[in-house]
């Protein structure tokens, strides 16, 4: 079963509004979240990050929200901008036997339209 | 900056084939790991390494291997390259609670 789902495979967003992709988590236990961007035939790019003892973190025109009794993360970008058109990846850090490792949701496609 | 290279960009290779992909990284980071990115599933683990000789499974381990002799070094090995295999890999790596750093990708193709 995934651990970490993003439910909008896309999303769709006027040049200058807010977008927000959404993503959900099913182990209390995670306490490490991070968000990547990735465009086509490039690696994922690390956007933000959040620790479980936050429930706000931003960085620029990014800010990722955490709500910890919902296991519910969002990333919200304001203003979008036609570059933020991207494949964005939400991410927990997550304990294995002898090491942590990320596990990644399936992504959600951002188009920006000017 | 931190620098993970990917030994290819595209591969073809044949089904039952043995294949090799390399990963090079430059910031001393004690791990390492192998992700395959496929439309619809996003990144799953396949591998990962968190010091030299040493690896551990991911969610998606079967049919593939990996090798770390050294700490800069992170190869991912197809036993027997099979058409279900035709992905894009993509290696991280990086340290505990910190974010990890990818490659470019190496897009496979097992015809």
């Known amino acids: 079963d995934q651990q970490v789902k993003q439910n909008s495979p896309s999303l769709s967003v006027q040049e200058g509004r807010i977008s927000i992709l959404n993503c959900d988590y099913t182990n209390s236990m995670f306490d490490y979240f991070l968000w990547y961007k990735k465009y086509p035939a490039e690696g994922p790019t690390f956007l933000i990050s959040i620790s479980s003892i936050k429930d706000k973190n931003e960085d620029g025109r990014f800010t990722v929200f955490l709500n910890k009794s919902a296991k519910h993360l969002s990333l919200h970008i304001v203003p979008s901008q036609p570059g933020d058109s991207a494949v964005y990846f939400c991410a927990a850090s997550v304990e294995f036997q002898a090491g942590t490792a990320l596990i990644f949701g399936k992504g959600t496609t951002l188009s920006v339209s000017s | 900056d931190v620098k993970v290279t990917q030994s290819s960009r595209y591969l073809v290779k044949r089904t039952g084939e043995k294949v090799f992909l390399e990963c090079v990284q430059d910031?001393?980071?004690?791990?390492m790991f192998w992700y395959r990115q496929d439309p619809g599933l996003g990144l799953r683990l396949i591998y990962f390494?968190?010091?030299?000789?040493?690896?551990e499974k991911g969610d998606i381990p079967e049919g593939y291997s990996v090798s770390r002799e050294k700490k800069e070094r992170f190869s991912l090995i197809l036993e027997s390259a099979s058409t279900n295999q035709t992905s894009m890999y993509l290696c991280?790596?990086?340290?505990?609670?910190?974010?990890?750093?990818f490659g470019d990708g190496t897009r496979l193709s097992i015809l």
């Open positions: 910031m001393d980071h004690e791990n």
């Open positions: 991280a790596s990086g340290v505990t609670y910190q974010p990890q750093h």
């Open positions: 390494s968190y010091d030299v000789k040493m690896k």
